[in-house]
């Protein structure tokens, strides 16, 4: 069986919007997005969830 890994550079020189960042798989997804070289607007209700999302 293949196993598929995404190389860190993947997402570079890529912008996405994340709605809904600060809990769940939005900060899950933005999380990983970052991790693969994208910058990450995040969106969401909640200004303190947004920073600890933004922290990490």
Do not use: C, W
């Not at 996405?16 to 991790?35: D, N, P, S, W, Y």
């Amino acid at each position: 069986m293949f196993q598929y890994s995404a190389r860190p550079d993947l997402l570079k020189d890529r912008v996405i919007l994340v709605t809904g960042a600060g809990r769940g798989i939005g900060a899950a997804a933005a999380k990983t997005f970052a991790a693969h070289g994208a910058t990450v607007l995040l969106l969401g209700k909640t200004e303190e969830y947004l920073n600890e999302v933004y922290d990490a």
